[in-house]
């Protein structure tokens, strides 16, 4: 058997499951499954499934850890945890799962930290941490990531800084930190991310400024700063305009950069609730 879904009201798990040696996918919606409600601790049965490359489990509210054995399971591409709300930590031994391409812990927000080896997951192309409302710092080793294209920190509200590390994120796309009410500052070297085309940080009150990009972000092609209270433009730095800037609700604007009017590249901009009245350096 290659694939199970489980879809039954099952008491426990079988012993019997780590004998699946060639199981390459599970599925595991909580919600549905009643009985998984009360799953603290994910049977080490699973740490013996030597061929899994699989793995999706959802809404478990009061799953707290992860066997330490987690780490096994070294064939694994994808891994999906969103929803356990009690989730409170990652073993150190999950830096092992070095095929790893895929990880969402959406809404697990009693996440506080990752584990220092997760920046040995030197495959890892996606990781979604959307709603991990209590992750407070994310380790210096992330920057370890090059293969990483996309990250998703939505309503991440604890988060107040990323690593300088991030500088090495060479191959990094998009990156999401909507409503990351506590972040006031991106890492001074965050223009070394030359690959990067789409960059979200609406909503992020607490930011104070951008760092200087030095031109170098020229594959830049969605900025939205929407609703960043502090942004003046002084603190806009010497942005490489993208095709759609979005600077609606930043009530400090009082000025329109001139380094983004006489930017031919532009096709959409928003000024929305901004405090902007001249716009004669358009062009």
């Not at 040995?120 to 996606?126: C, D, E, K, R, S």
């Not at 965050?190 to 609406?202: A, D, H, R, T, V």
């Not at 400024?209 to 960043?228: E, V």
Request: glycine share 4%; proline share 5%; hydrophobic share 40%.
């Amino acid at each position: 058997m290659q694939e199970l879904n489980i879809e039954a009201p099952l008491f426990e798990f079988p012993k019997s499951l780590r004998s699946l040696k060639h199981l390459e996918k599970i599925v595991l919606n909580c919600p549905r499954l009643l009985t998984y409600a009360d799953l603290a601790m994910l049977p080490e049965e699973f740490c013996y499934l030597s061929s899994l490359r699989y793995l999706t489990l959802i809404g478990c509210p009061k799953l707290q850890l992860l066997p330490f054995l987690f780490g096994n399971l070294k064939k694994l591409e994808y891994v999906h945890l969103s929803k356990c709300s009690s989730l409170e930590m990652l073993p150190d031994s999950f830096g092992n799962l070095t095929n790893l391409q895929h990880i969402n812990l959406t809404d697990c927000g009693s996440l506080k930290m990752l584990p220092n080896s997760f920046g040995n997951l030197v495959n890892l192309q996606h990781a979604n941490l959307s709603k991990c409302s209590n992750l407070e710092m994310i380790p210096n080793s992330f920057g370890n990531l090059t293969t990483l294209q996309h990250i998703n920190l939505t309503l991440c509200g604890s988060l107040k800084m990323l690593p300088d590390s991030f500088q090495n994120l060479r191959n990094l796309q998009t990156m999401n930190l909507t409503l990351c009410r506590s972040l006031k500052m991106l890492p001074s070297s965050f223009g070394n991310l030359k690959n990067l085309q789409y960059i979200n940080l609406s909503r992020c009150k607490s930011l104070e400024t951008l760092p200087s990009f030095q031109g170098n972000l020229l594959q830049l092609r969605h900025l939205h700063l929407s609703d960043c209270l502090n942004l003046t433009l002084s603190t806009l730095g010497d942005i490489t305009t993208p095709e759609c800037l979005d600077l609606s609700g930043c009530l400090q604007m009082e000025l329109f950069p001139s380094q983004v009017g006489s930017q031919p590249s532009l096709k959409k901009l928003n000024l929305f609730r901004t405090n902007i009245k001249d716009l004669s350096l358009l062009r």
